[in-house]
């Protein structure tokens, strides 16, 4: 039976303000550890408000938020040039149909080239609307294929200081294919999703800023 865990309203309010991660990485081209727990010495100990995981070290335990660390996971993947690991497409079953703004319309559908190699199999579907076929497989497994898109479109349009077109898309693409709060997690995809975020190369540092751990 695992241990009851504590209270962490203060902590998990904590987490939503601090606008900054916990460490900058020092150099883009170094690999980023920081303050963070050491995962040859980690122990998953279960699933708090099925949002967060709580894990422990011999000194140390942390709170770690489940989307966060999972969107950071797939980020590396998705931009490491010398990752093994490769993204399909993947069609969906059911095709989802998204309709946008008029502004967002024009844009999706003057982007429909650039939106296939993010992976967006889309093709217009009456006025201001578009029927997504297929998408990129950790979008299609468990993410928000309709926001996803949408957001791909604003990404497209928007600025983001620091980031290109290209980080801009693939950030969306991660985000909204991570689990997310309130996903009920089992303790082998707990123990999966800390290992991946834990062997990524920025593991400190969320694409939005957000912080992905705390120690308590």
């Known amino acids: 039976e695992l241990p009851r865990a504590p209270d962490l309203s203060e902590q998990r309010k904590r987490?939503?303000?601090?606008?900054?991660?916990?460490?900058?990485?020092?150099?883009?081209?170094?690999?980023?550890?920081?303050d963070l727990p050491r995962l040859r010495d980690l122990r998953v100990v279960g699933q708090i408000g099925s949002g967060y995981i709580l894990v422990d070290e011999p000194l140390a335990a942390w709170i770690v938020d489940q989307h966060v660390a999972h969107e950071r996971a797939l980020l590396d993947k998705l931009t490491d040039p010398e990752s093994e690991w490769m993204p399909s497409i993947q069609s969906l079953l059911v095709p989802e149909v998204v309709e946008l703004s008029p502004q967002d319309a024009a844009q999706a559908a003057e982007s429909l080239e650039e939106l296939s190699v993010y992976g967006f199999e889309v093709e217009p579907f009456g006025k201001d609307s578009f029927r997504i076929n297929g998408v990129i497989s950790t979008l299609a497994e468990r993410g928000d294929v309709a926001g996803g898109f949408k957001e791909a479109v604003s990404a497209i349009r928007g600025t983001a200081p620091g980031m290109s077109?290209?980080?801009?898309?693939?950030?969306?693409?991660?985000?909204?294919?991570?689990?997310?709060?309130?996903?009920?997690l089992s303790y082998e995809e707990m123990e999966a999703l800390i290992k991946e975020w834990l062997s990524s190369r920025y593991p400190?540092?969320?694409?939005?800023?957000?912080?992905?751990?705390?120690r308590l």
């Open 204 to 214: 400190a540092t969320c694409p939005h800023g957000r912080s992905i751990c705390y």
């Open 165 to 184: 077109r290209e980080e801009r898309i693939l950030a969306t693409i991660a985000c909204h294919s991570a689990v997310k709060l309130g996903d009920k």
């Open 15 to 34: 987490m939503e303000q601090t606008p900054t991660p916990l460490t900058q990485a020092s150099s883009p081209a170094r690999v980023e550890r920081g």
